[in-house]
């Protein structure tokens, strides 16, 4: 069974431009998570999708954003650029929302996001 | 803040030896999870262990879960140079997300 896959694996930009990353999740899972790990810091909860609606935002800015596409893959944009926003970028999918708490999120290799 | 806070920051052992490490929070949780990432790539899920539940067994990996002491430990038991690599301890406190602490960075030396 293949995993969680994120594309591109680096990605790098300039100060200003919009950034798109993209998740696929594990098939039949339809809760997507992106998490925000910059360096020296831990995972930092962005978003989560599930069956195609955003659920939950952490606290990020509204250039932030995402979707989760019928086929439950998902794409985190990041409008406006800024240097500190260079980290990895984590996707994570799980099954659907169960009484008492979501299943095991399954991590994504990751998108490392340098902004120059 | 709801995020885990790990203990220690860093760890240095040599192969065979036995690594603890500790996750502490703040509020009530449904369950904690705790994960490994090898050299900033993605996370591997470890082992889940629910609130009603104490310690959990995988390998050579044991979890307990104090929900007075709001704390959880992991046990890396015969430790080996491919353990090496960050733990995080995740908490799920309302269902839908997740909180990770800035993790342990284990070492071992072969």
């Known amino acids: 069974e293949a995993g969680v896959t994120q594309s591109p694996t680096h990605l790098i930009k300039t100060r200003g431009q919009q950034a798109t990353l993209r998740c696929s999740p594990i098939s039949g899972h339809t809760s997507v998570y992106w998490y925000q790990q910059a360096l020296g810091l831990g995972l930092q909860f962005l978003l989560w999708?599930?069956?195609?609606?955003?659920?939950n935002r952490g606290n990020f800015p509204p250039r932030f954003s995402g979707r989760q596409f019928p086929n439950y893959s998902s794409e985190l944009n990041v409008n406006a650029l800024e240097l500190e926003d260079s980290a990895l970028y984590l996707c994570?999918?799980?099954?659907?929302?169960?009484?008492?708490?979501?299943?095991?999120?399954?991590f994504g290799p990751g998108t490392r996001l340098t902004v120059l | 803040s709801q995020q885990g806070e790990e203990d220690p920051q860093a760890l240095s052992i040599q192969e065979g030896e036995n690594a603890t490490m500790n996750c502490s929070y703040k509020?009530?949780?449904?369950?904690l999870q705790w994960y490994r990432q090898n050299s900033g790539r993605g996370l591997v899920h470890l082992i889940l262990i629910r609130s009603n539940e104490r310690e959990k067994h995988s390998g050579r990996l044991r979890v307990t879960l104090d929900t007075s002491k709001k704390s959880s430990s992991l046990l890396i038991t015969a430790s080996r140079a491919a353990d090496t690599a960050s733990y995080f301890c995740a908490t799920d406190h309302t269902g839908n997300q997740f909180y990770f602490g800035t993790g342990t960075s284990l070492t071992v030396i072969p």
């Open positions: 509020t009530s949780i449904n369950n």
């Open positions: 999708y599930d069956e195609g609606e955003e659920r």
């Open positions: 994570a999918s799980s099954l659907a929302l169960l009484a008492g708490g979501p299943d095991t999120q399954y």
